[in-house]
């Protein structure tokens, strides 16, 4: 079975911070996503990585970055986290032939 | 303009009793790819079900069931005598042949089923 984690079930941080979301698959995918979920909006890409050291920009990837720095981790930044990024952030992987995307239990993230 | 659509936002059902779940897609290419997918209050989106354009049979998995019909553009989902189980907030979503990786979701109905 495909696994991907998440660091972090819950975090709660202060605006302004710097704030890391890590996830982590099992599966030796080439790609994972990054998405946002709001109430009313569903899901929404923020950025994809389709290879280590390889980025897209997704729909809404303003205030935010990525690093993938090796295949199995995919590192989401908010450089200088805002309310309006309080949100649940949910990482996706699957292999490049097969647009299955396996998805990870999501971060609920709240910027005070 | 929305490519996907879940006009129901919330529904609630007893117990056994049977529920459609709406998905109407938008999209100019010939060659794409349907999803569904459940999200329990665990959080994790399970994957349900994809049908490519060009397969137009409808499915049957257990208690679920799928309608596509490319005439009206729809995907719609129903859950067969259901259960507290069922009780999920699910997603259509909508992958193109020409961004194969790109999904455009719906906002997601959520099912609430009552004892």
């Known amino acids: 079975d495909v696994k991907v984690t998440q660091s972090s079930r819950y975090l709660v941080k202060r605006t302004g911070e710097k704030v890391f979301l890590e996830c982590v698959q099992d599966m030796d995918h080439e790609n994972m996503f990054w998405y946002r979920q709001d109430p009313g909006l569903g899901l929404r890409l923020i950025y994809f990585?389709?290879?280590?050291?390889?980025?897209e920009k997704g729909d809404i990837p303003e205030g935010y970055s990525v690093s993938r720095e090796k295949k199995e981790r995919f590192s989401l930044i908010l450089e200088s986290a805002s309310t309006n990024q309080t949100s649940m952030y949910l990482c996706a992987s699957s292999l490049p032939e097969d647009n299955e995307q396996f998805f990870g239990p999501g971060t609920r993230l709240t910027v005070l | 303009a929305q490519k996907v659509t879940q006009a129901q936002t919330e529904i609630s059902v007893v117990e056994k009793e049977d529920v459609t779940l709406d998905c109407v897609y938008e999209?100019?290419?010939?060659?794409?790819?349907l999803f569904w997918y459940k999200q329990p209050p665990s959080g994790e989106l399970v994957f349900l079900i994809r049908r490519n354009s060009f397969d137009e049979q409808n499915e049957i998995s257990g208690r679920y069931s799928w309608n596509f019909q490319k005439s009206t553009s729809s995907f719609n989902f129903t859950i067969t005598a259901s259960q507290v189980v069922d009780s999920a907030v699910y997603f259509c979503?909508?992958?193109?042949?020409?961004?194969?990786?790109?999904?455009?979701f719906g906002s997601g109905t959520k099912l609430n089923v009552k004892p």
């Open positions: 990585s389709y290879d280590v050291k390889m980025k």
């Open positions: 979503a909508l992958s193109e042949a020409t961004n194969f990786n790109k999904f455009y």
């Open positions: 999209t100019r290419d010939t060659t794409y790819y």
